[in-house]
């Protein structure tokens, strides 16, 4: 069955620190998708990154990064210089496919992992 | 604003009350989900469109029923609230698979 395992439940920085969050998953697909969901204190859940599993390239997106590493199972995020805006709780997830291959659409999130940027 | 919208956002039932969580999405998306958030557990998906007139059972459907009124609507019904399904409901969307979801601002639901 499939997984996602988010081992940091709370991470606590000061601002202009770099922070990792770190995702490994379980799978027995080799088709798959990984996604990264960002929720701020307001409570709404927004979409950060896809990534499919045939694409190992890592993204940079300002000061977000993402290293995805299938040989580790692995889909970390990296803030750089972190700021108190990025405070939030982060959700990796795991998109496989359905009963048939029809859909990729439901998705399996790890538990979360609470950032705190502190000024 | 073009998004998805849950009503309603606080909602207290006593135990075996009904009540139906409402959903709506005007960016003419595909799919739809229903998730419910529990501390430390993320987030499950309890049941899902992948289009219309199609519905079928997630990781928790247990206790829920849903309805797929159309492509905009997409309702979610409990029919006797226990206190275990407490908890914050989100509903997301869908352009297609695998794209990113949009969601809903979430319900938080207290069952006394």
């Known amino acids: 069955a499939q997984k996602v395992t988010q081992a940091q439940t709370e991470i606590s920085v000061v601002e202009k620190e770099d922070v990792t969050l770190d995702c490994v998953y379980e799978?027995?697909?080799?088709?798959?998708?990984l996604f990264w969901y960002k929720q701020p204190p307001s409570g709404e859940l927004v979409f950060l990154i896809r990534r499919n599993s045939f694409d190992e390239q890592n993204e940079i997106s300002g000061r977000y990064s993402w290293n995805f590493q299938k040989s580790t199972s692995s889909f970390n995020f990296t803030i750089t210089a972190s700021q108190v805006v990025d405070s939030a709780v982060y959700f990796c997830?795991?998109?496989?496919?359905?009963?048939?291959?029809?859909?990729?659409?439901?998705?399996?999130f790890g538990q979360g992992t609470i950032l705190t940027v502190h000024p | 604003n073009a998004g998805v919208t849950q009503t309603p956002k606080f909602q207290v039932l006593k135990t075996g009350q009904s009540m139906t969580l409402q959903c709506a999405q005007d960016m003419n998306h595909n799919s739809m989900y229903w998730y419910r958030q529990d501390p430390g557990m993320g987030l499950r998906l309890i049941y899902y469109s992948a289009s219309e007139g199609t519905t079928d059972k997630g990781e928790v459907p247990n206790g829920y029923n849903v309805s797929r009124l159309n492509k905009r609507e997409f309702s979610l019904r409990l029919e006797s609230a226990a206190p275990s399904q407490t908890s914050v409901y989100f509903c997301?969307?869908?352009?297609?698979?695998?794209?990113?979801?949009?969601f809903g601002s979430g319900t938080r639901l207290t069952v006394v």
């Open positions: 997301a969307s869908q352009y297609r698979v695998p794209y990113g979801y949009t």
């Open positions: 997830a795991l998109s496989e496919p359905t009963a048939g291959g029809t859909s990729y659409g439901k998705l399996t």
């Open positions: 799978t027995r697909d080799t088709t798959y998708y």
